[in-house]
């Protein structure tokens, strides 16, 4: 009875194997609208039987997994997968290029005859230095009820008075108008100083909120926009960063701002890492599976399977390091922010995985990448990214500025890393392998190692 019992499962299994050998995680349906010259199938097949698309080789990896790229012409596509005896037909639908209907006039400026008055409506709306709403262009993060002087519009977008030669750009979601007067400059009244073991922290006496931004550099420089008895209504205040810049948060409390400049700490050398708060982010999480690899793993659980071996790893070194989350449960970006901070973290760092659009050829991009926001966090993305290229033998992608929501934190050094592509086969078959993340986790430690004792502040 056992031995029959044992046939039938070994049976099924070989059943089974060969009945869903073939299997496709892109695209996720067998039909399909892309708007795109190109596409690309993405998935898994059993090795050592011939796969084919539209009667087209396709190079199967050891892993199983395959990447292909097709063509694609205006209207219905037609693809036929064949692996041995199974068979997959996909119909992609590619809609016509439209034709211009003429020629493009982007959107105009239109300036006002007097300044308006507005405020800012919710926490966080970025002032940018350009009319998009996207890219490296944020100059400042306002908090509710910073006013503002607003002197035209273009697009989606209101233009920022900030002094006699500086003007930026708000979004018109972001602001309310005030009804019936126009705002006059703010008053700075007095600047207080304190320090601590971690942070320098200076205070401002306003009589109301103003627009300000901060700037990095070997001075980190605060101006403040719209305030009297100035030179051109701009009370600017700079402070020598000696050495790296780690960390810096500005916000108003009432009508004071609180500028906390945190200081570089003291290196032990022998055990750089003792003592540093490091919170790590596994990305994407619940619902939010994040990219399908070829093998069909998720991101989600490849990203948490790397976080937790770096957090062994960080806290063998005597690091103090906090998670986002532990378990596969859904977060929003703005809650892992914010917990890091609530942790006073001196790094944050958020573990993806890569994909790419439609368009672009998954067999030609691999590797590495780490996406910075602030100068102050790409030296250490700079030692991270050289320590797991050498040690995990992956290509160096590089490191990159990115407006990512992860990387936009000034309180820590924040950076993301992009491991490796799920959708690319070989960097599949590294990513879903326990030694691969252990090298990771290695490597990155290590990175944080190098960042402490070979970037060594100036005296």
């Known amino acids: 009875m056992k031995l029959k019992i044992i046939f039938s499962l070994i049976l099924f299994t070989l059943i089974t194997q060969q009945s869903f050998a073939l299997d496709v995680v892109y695209p996720r349906k067998n039909q399909v609208t892309i708007n795109s010259a190109s596409t690309f199938f993405i998935g898994s097949s059993k090795v050592g039987v011939p796969l084919t698309i539209n009667s087209e080789y396709v190079r199967v990896h050891p892993s199983g997994g395959f990447a292909y790229v097709v063509n694609l012409r205006d209207g219905k596509n037609t693809f036929v997968l064949q692996s041995g005896d199974e068979i997959k037909t996909f119909i992609i639908e590619k809609p016509a290029a439209k034709l211009p209907s003429g020629k493009y006039t982007p959107p105009p400026l239109v300036e006002y005859t007097s300044k308006k008055n507005y405020y800012i409506s919710s926490d966080g709306a970025p002032l940018r230095g350009t009319p998009v709403d996207s890219g490296i262009n944020r100059l400042s993060h306002f908090e509710k009820d910073v006013p503002l002087l607003i002197d035209g519009e273009k697009s989606n977008f209101y233009r920022v008075v900030l002094n006699n030669n500086e003007k930026a750009w708000v979004a018109k979601t972001n602001v309310k108008a005030f009804e019936g007067y126009l705002n006059s400059p703010a008053v700075v009244s007095g600047k207080t100083f304190t320090e601590d073991d971690k942070y320098y922290t200076f205070t401002f006496s306003l009589d109301k909120k103003t627009p300000y931004v901060m700037t990095e550099g070997e001075l980190f ?60 982010d596994a990305g994407h999480g619940g619902t939010e599976i994040g990219t399908i690899g070829c093998c069909g793993h998720k991101e989600k659980d490849i990203t948490l399977a790397i976080a937790q071996k770096l957090e062994k790893e960080l806290q063998s070194r005597g690091a103090t390091v906090f998670m ?32 790419l659009p439609d368009g672009a050829d998954p067999n030609k991009h691999s590797g590495t990448s780490i996406f910075y926001y602030y100068n102050q966090s790409k030296p250490l993305a700079d030692k991270i990214i050289t320590e797991m290229t050498s040690q995990t033998g992956t290509n160096n992608d590089k490191v990159r500025q990115g407006s990512l929501a992860l990387v936009r934190n000034t309180n820590a050094l924040s950076i993301l890393i992009e491991v490796a592509y799920m959708i690319n086969p070989e960097d599949n078959a590294k990513l879903i392998d326990t030694q691969f993340q252990q090298k990771c986790a290695k490597s990155i430690a290590d990175g944080i190692e190098k960042y402490f004792t070979e970037t060594k502040p100036v005296d």
């Open 221 to 280: 420089t605060l101006k403040f926009y719209n305030v009297k008895d100035y030179p051109d209504n701009t009370y600017v205040f700079t402070f020598p960063i000696q050495g790296k810049l780690y960390g810096y948060q500005g916000y108003y409390e009432d009508n004071k701002f609180v500028l906390k400049i945190r200081k570089f700490p003291e290196i032990n050398i022998q055990k750089p890492l003792k003592g540093r708060v490091i919170t790590l």
């Open 324 to 355: 986002t989350r532990r378990i596969d449960n859904n977060l929003g970006l703005k809650e892992r922010v914010e917990y890091a901070n609530s942790k006073d973290s001196e790094i944050l760092i958020s573990i993806h995985a890569n994909a």
